[in-house]
C-alpha cells in the first residue's frame, strides 16, 4: 500500500470521526484520535506516551488553504473537497475514473448559473462585476483569506475535472472563463494570496 | 484592336451636369476661392504670416450685388490656358508652383470654377502679374473666355488695381511693395448677381455661414483672411469660434484609427506599404449645445494630406445613444489610406467620403467613438444630477449612523457578551479563535478590539462599521478622488470591496433600480427615502450579527441564523420606534432634524 502522508493521515481521521459528514470537530478530539491511530507520527518528542498538538495544527491550517477544512472557534469541518479526497484515501470513492464526482458536479453547476457564466457567453464579458467574481467562486468579500484560497482551488479543480472527464464544449468555455475572471481580477485574487 | 487615337470629344452640357451636383451654397462655393487663394500662395512659397486673402460683399439695399475674393499672387496668362481653363485637372493647382510636390488644397480643379460657372449671373478673375492684366470670366450664357482687350494687356500697377476695384483697400505695406516690385501681382475673383441661397440672404448669415464651414474655417483659423464690405477700405479680420471644453473633458479623446476594422463580415485594412500609419481620431466637446448658429461645428472632419476631405455631422454618421450629448461633440479624423490613389475615397467637392468598404466601415467605427464619448459624458451628467439629487443624504445618513453606534454599542454588549471574539467583525483568527467580548464597547471608537478580516493585514477598524452613500460620498480610501465613489447598478443594494472590509466601510449603492426609482418619485427629502436608508442599515447590523455568530461556530444552521436576525431586527425594531420616530414619519427634512 502507498504510504501516506501526515496531512492524508489527519484527512482520513477528521473522515473517520464525522462519519464521511461535514460536521464540526473539536481540534483536541482530531489531535488525540489522530495519536491513537499514528502515535508514531503524534507522538510528543520524548514522551512517546503523549500526544504533540502542534503536529496537527500546521497541517490542518495548510489543509484549510486548500480547501479541504473549514474552521471557527477551535472547531474544524472538512469541506466538500475533503470529503471528497478522504474518501480516496480511504478507497470508499466512486470507482469510475472518467464521471464527475458529486462535488466536481455541484461546483460546475453553480459556476453554469453564475452571472458571470452568463455574461461571459453573451459576449458581455467587460460587464462582470467584482460580485460577480465572488459568486463564480462560491465566497463573498468577506471570506477569510483560506477560505478563500480554498475555494479558488477547489473551482480550478472542478474545470480540470470536467476538461479531463469530459471534454466538450463546456469544459472549454468554463476553462476560458476561469482563466478571463483570473486574468481580469488578478488584483483582488492577489490580495489574498 | 490598333486604332487611330484621336482625342475625346466631350459636349459642354456635362458642365450643366456635374455644376448641379456642387449644389453650391455662397459659403461652400467662398471655401472654394479660398482654398484656390490659399494654393496661390502655396505655389509661390509665402508663408502665412505675409499672404493676405480678402472677401468683399457688396450689397444694394439688402439684395447681395457682388462677392468677390482678392489675394496678392496673380496669374500669367500661361496659368489661365493651362490651369484655370481646364475642368477636371486633378494637377490644376499645382500648375506654376515653384516647388515640384507642393501639397496644395485644391483637388480637382473644379470647385472654384463651377462655382463661378454656377452661382452667378456673370463672374471674372481679374489678375494682375509681371505687369500684365487678364480677365477671364464666365457670361451670362455660362460661356468662358477673355475680356476684349484684356489678354495679357500691359497695364501699370494703379491702372490694375482701379480696373480691379481695390485701389482704395487699405493694404498692409509688404502687400503693396511686393506689388511695386512686381514679386508678385493681385486675382480678384468677382461674382456678380449671386443666385439666391437660402440661410445666406442677408450679409451676416453668410459671413455665419462661412466662418463655421469646415473648408473655410481651418483656413480662416491659421491664415489672415479679411473680410470688407462695399466700398469700405478698412479691412476686418476673420476669426474662427472658439470653442470652450465641456467641463470634466477638457482633453481630446484621441484614439488610433486601428489597423482593420471588421464590416460586413470582412476585415477591411487602414495600412498599406505606402500608408503605415493608420490615422487617429480627435474627439473634442464644447462647453455649449453645437445647435442653431452653431450646428455645423457638430460636425467629424477627414482630413487628408493638406485640408478637408470630407465632413459629417455627427447625426449623419448613424443613429447614436445618449443623443442628448453627441451634439456637444465634434472632432477630426485623419486616416491617410483614404487618400490611396488605388482606392481613392476622396470625392470631387471634399463634402462626403466615396462611398466604400473602408470608408464605411471608418465612418461606423468614428460613430461608435462618439457614442462611447457621448456615454462617458451622459454618465458624468447622471452622477451629477444624482449628487445633486442626494445632496441632503449625508445629513440623513450622517444621523443613521450616529444611531447605529450607539445601537450596536448597546446591543451588541447584551447579545454578544462572552459568546466568543469581539470586534465589529473580526477575521481569521489562531488556532480556536481569539479573545472573548469584552462586554466595554464603546460606541463607534477606536477602542476595543479591532477583528481582521478579508486578508492578514493587522489594520485599524472603527468598533462598529462606518456607512457611506454612493453617488453622494467619496471614497475615503481614495485620498486623491474628487468625485463621489459610484456604485454599478447590479452591485448589491449593500456593497463593499475588498479594502472597505478590511477598513469597516459600507456603501449603501443609490445605483439600484428601486433606489433610483425612489429618488425620482419621491425625491430624497421624503420619509420614503429615508425608510429606504433606514432598512439599509438594518440589513448592515443583521449581515454584522450574522459575521459575528459565525465566528462561534463552523456550521451555522438556517434555524441559529434565523434566530440571530430575528433578535437582532427585533431590537433594531423596537429601539427605532423609540428613537427614530420624527425621522422616519416626519414629511420634511427639518422636522425629522
Not at chain 1, 481540534?27 to 484520535?33: A, F, G, L, Q, T
Not at chain 2, 493587522?458 to 486623491?480: A, I
Amino acid at each position: 500500500m502507498k504510504p501516506i502522508s501526515k496531512p492524508q493521515k489527519i484527512l482520513s481521521v477528521m473522515f473517520d470521526l464525522s462519519k464521511g459528514q461535514s460536521k464540526p470537530l473539536l481540534y483536541e478530539d482530531i489531535v488525540v484520535s489522530a495519536f491513537q491511530r499514528y502515535p508514531e507520527d503524534f507522538q510528543l518528542r520524548g514522551y512517546p506516551q503523549y500526544p504533540d498538538s502542534s503536529d496537527i495544527h500546521k497541517p490542518l491550517y495548510s489543509m484549510k488553504q486548500d480547501g479541504l477544512v473549514r474552521s471557527a472557534n477551535k472547531s474544524f469541518l472538512l469541506t466538500p473537497r475533503g470529503l471528497d479526497i478522504a474518501r480516496n484515501l480511504i478507497g470508499t470513492a466512486d470507482a469510475q475514473r472518467d464521471r464527475l464526482t458529486k462535488q466536481e458536479e455541484k461546483e460546475v453547476n453553480r459556476i453554469v448559473q453564475s452571472q458571470a457564466f452568463r455574461l461571459f457567453q453573451e459576449g458581455q464579458a467587460a460587464r462582470i462585476l467584482d460580485t460577480d467574481l465572488y459568486e463564480y467562486f462560491g465566497v463573498s468579500v468577506r471570506t477569510p483569506k483560506s477560505e478563500f484560497l480554498g475555494r479558488v482551488i477547489t473551482v480550478e479543480q472542478a474545470i480540470v475535472a470536467h476538461r479531463v472527464k469530459r471534454k466538450d464544449e463546456l469544459s472549454d468555455v468554463l476553462s476560458k472563463l476561469h482563466q478571463w475572471l483570473v486574468s481580469r481580477f488578478e488584483e483582488e485574487i492577489q490580495t489574498r494570496k | 484592336m490598333s486604332i487611330k487615337v484621336q482625342p475625346f470629344v466631350i459636349d459642354v452640357a456635362v458642365l450643366d451636369l456635374i455644376g448641379k451636383e456642387f449644389r453650391f451654397d455662397h459659403a461652400k462655393g467662398l471655401a472654394e476661392w479660398l482654398k484656390n487663394s490659399s494654393d496661390a500662395y502655396l505655389r509661390e512659397q509665402i508663408p502665412d504670416s505675409e499672404q493676405l486673402v480678402v472677401v468683399r460683399f457688396c450689397e444694394s439695399g439688402n439684395t447681395l450685388t457682388r462677392i468677390e475674393c482678392i489675394d496678392f499672387v496673380g496669374m500669367r496668362k500661361n496659368q489661365i490656358d493651362d490651369a484655370f481653363k481646364r475642368f477636371f485637372d486633378p494637377e490644376a493647382a499645382k500648375k506654376g508652383a515653384k516647388q515640384a510636390h507642393v501639397k496644395v488644397l485644391g483637388g480637382h480643379g473644379n470647385g472654384g470654377k463651377f462655382y463661378m460657372r454656377q452661382m452667378f449671373k456673370s463672374s471674372r478673375a481679374v489678375t494682375y502679374r509681371d505687369g500684365k492684366m487678364n480677365i477671364f470670366g464666365f457670361n451670362a450664357k455660362k460661356q468662358y473666355g477673355f475680356e476684349e482687350e484684356f489678354e495679357d494687356r500691359k497695364v501699370p500697377l494703379a491702372e490694375a488695381l482701379v480696373e480691379a476695384g481695390i485701389n482704395k483697400l487699405s493694404l498692409p505695406p509688404e502687400i503693396v511693395r511686393r506689388l511695386k516690385t512686381g514679386e508678385t501681382g493681385f486675382t480678384a475673383v468677382v461674382g456678380e448677381k449671386p443666385d439666391k441661397v437660402k440661410g445666406t440672404s442677408n450679409l451676416k448669415g453668410l459671413v455665419d455661414k462661412l466662418i463655421f464651414h469646415p473648408q473655410a474655417r481651418r483656413l480662416i483659423d491659421r491664415k489672415p483672411i479679411f473680410v470688407v464690405f462695399n466700398e469700405e477700405a478698412t479691412l476686418t479680420r476673420l476669426t474662427a469660434p472658439k470653442l470652450e471644453a465641456k467641463e470634466g473633458f477638457e482633453t481630446p479623446i484621441v484614439v488610433e484609427v486601428p489597423a482593420e476594422l471588421l464590416h460586413g463580415g470582412e476585415k477591411i485594412v487602414f495600412t498599406n506599404k505606402n500608408f503605415p500609419w493608420p490615422g487617429r481620431l480627435a474627439l473634442k466637446t464644447s462647453k455649449e449645445p453645437l445647435r442653431a448658429h452653431l450646428a455645423s461645428l457638430n460636425t467629424v472632419d477627414f482630413i487628408g494630406e493638406v485640408g478637408v476631405i470630407g465632413s459629417y455631422r455627427v447625426h449623419e454618421l448613424g443613429a447614436t445613444r445618449f443623443s442628448g450629448q453627441v451634439e456637444f461633440i465634434y472632432g477630426e479624423c485623419e486616416c491617410p489610406v483614404l487618400e490611396d490613389p488605388d482606392h481613392d475615397c476622396v470625392r470631387n467637392d471634399r463634402q462626403k467620403l466615396l462611398e466604400a468598404d473602408r470608408s464605411t466601415a471608418l465612418l461606423e467605427w468614428v460613430r461608435e467613438q462618439v457614442e462611447a464619448l457621448a456615454e462617458r459624458m451622459e454618465t458624468k451628467n447622471q452622477q451629477e444630477r444624482k449628487t445633486q439629487d442626494l445632496k441632503n443624504t449625508s445629513v440623513l445618513n450622517e444621523m443613521l449612523n450616529r444611531w447605529k453606534d450607539r445601537f450596536m454599542s448597546q446591543v451588541w454588549t447584551e447579545i454578544f457578551a462572552g459568546q466568543g471574539p469581539a470586534g465589529g467583525s473580526g477575521g481569521e483568527q489562531g488556532t480556536g479563535g481569539g479573545e472573548r467580548g469584552d462586554g466595554q464597547n464603546t460606541g463607534g471608537t477606536l477602542k476595543g478590539n479591532e477583528g481582521q478580516e478579508g486578508g492578514s493585514e493587522k489594520t485599524r477598524k472603527p468598533r462598529f462599521p462606518q456607512v457611506l452613500v454612493s453617488g453622494q460620498d467619496n471614497d475615503p480610501l481614495d485620498p486623491l478622488s474628487t468625485i463621489p465613489f459610484t456604485c454599478d447598478p447590479r452591485h448589491p443594494a449593500i456593497y463593499q470591496r475588498t479594502k472597505d472590509v478590511v477598513a469597516g466601510i459600507y456603501w449603501i449603492n443609490t445605483s439600484r433600480p428601486l433606489a433610483e426609482k425612489i429618488i425620482d418619485t419621491y425625491t430624497a427629502e421624503s420619509p420614503r427615502w429615508r425608510e429606504y436608508l433606514f432598512q439599509r442599515y438594518v440589513e448592515i447590523i443583521a449581515r454584522e450579527a450574522i459575521y459575528q455568530l459565525g465566528k462561534t461556530s463552523a456550521t451555522l444552521s438556517p434555524d441559529d441564523v434565523v434566530r440571530q436576525l430575528d433578535d437582532v431586527t427585533t431590537r433594531i425594531h423596537d429601539q427605532a420606534a423609540k428613537d427614530l420616530t420624527s425621522f422616519l414619519f416626519a414629511e420634511s427634512l427639518q422636522s425629522a432634524k
